[in-house]
């Protein structure tokens, strides 16, 4: 059964960069010709998809965030991460990392638990 | 982008009856490339319907997905207790992949 973990810190203050990694389990993120992915969702609103990586490494980002994000492998630890520069108070949201099924946009049949991360001064 | 309108944004039924929801597309969704998902408060999002029509695994009959070009709609044919909750259709045939603002099912 796949599962998926992320991790990370859960506040920053504006300008920092927010780091956060899923762990992946049940299956290896480079041997399965698979999508991975994150997702966001503010406090009380709906969902955003930020990107996706292929296990070959092609990337696809959201136009409204790609100039800030960088999504990358850890095939060694059988991990994917991401990275979102010059936070503010608007990137305030849950966090999840997701399996695209098929296709970099979705559908998302596996989700982490999702991370609650905060931006304030 | 293409733009997701569902609709109502909440829908106030009573356990047994049926529920339908609807998505509209600003521009007609690739391939029928849609997807239904129903969330829960404090839970991630459940896949229930891809492509459409198609149910995801261990979803039951009582979740049906139809439509195609710009119109989908998601039935429960019979509310049970545990499908009040919030859900969302959301659109993978092209990028970004965007997602309706929701429709809240609760207990009328």
């Known amino acids: 059964q796949l599962q998926l973990q992320e991790s990370g810190p859960g506040l920053l203050k504006p300008s920092e960069t927010l780091s956060l990694t899923c762990t992946v389990s049940?299956?290896?993120?480079?041997?399965?010709?698979?999508?991975w992915g994150w997702i966001r969702q503010p406090p009380g609103k709906g969902l955003e998809w930020i990107g996706s990586?292929?296990?070959?490494?092609?990337?696809y980002y959201n136009p409204s965030l790609e100039s800030r994000i960088t999504i990358s492998l850890d095939t060694s630890k059988n991990q994917f991460s991401l990275n979102l520069r010059s936070v503010t108070a608007t990137d305030t949201a849950v966090y999840f990392c997701?399996?695209?099924?098929?296709?970099?946009?979705?559908?998302?049949?596996?989700w982490g638990q999702g991370t609650l991360v905060s931006v304030s001064s | 982008e293409i733009v997701l309108t569902q609709s109502p944004g909440t829908l106030s039924l009573s356990p047994g009856e049926r529920a339908t929801l609807s998505c509209r597309a600003s521009?007609?969704?690739?391939?029928?490339?849609l997807a239904w998902y129903q969330q829960k408060p404090g839970q991630a999002p459940r896949l229930l319907i891809y492509?459409?029509?198609s149910r995801a695994t261990d979803i039951p009959d009582t979740f049906s997905g139809s439509g195609s070009g710009t119109d989908f709609t998601l039935t429960i044919s019979r509310l049970e207790p545990e499908d009040f909750a919030v859900y969302y259709c959301?659109?993978?045939?092209?990028?970004?992949?965007?997602f309706g603002q929701g429709t809240k099912v609760e207990i009328k």
């Open positions: 492509a459409a029509s």
């Open positions: 990586i292929y296990y070959g490494g092609s990337k």
């Open positions: 521009q007609s969704v690739s391939s029928n490339y």
């Open positions: 997701a399996r695209p099924r098929g296709r970099a946009a979705g559908p998302f049949d596996y």
């Open positions: 959301q659109q993978y045939g092209s990028t970004p992949g965007t």
């Open positions: 049940g299956a290896s993120i480079s041997s399965t010709t698979s999508y």
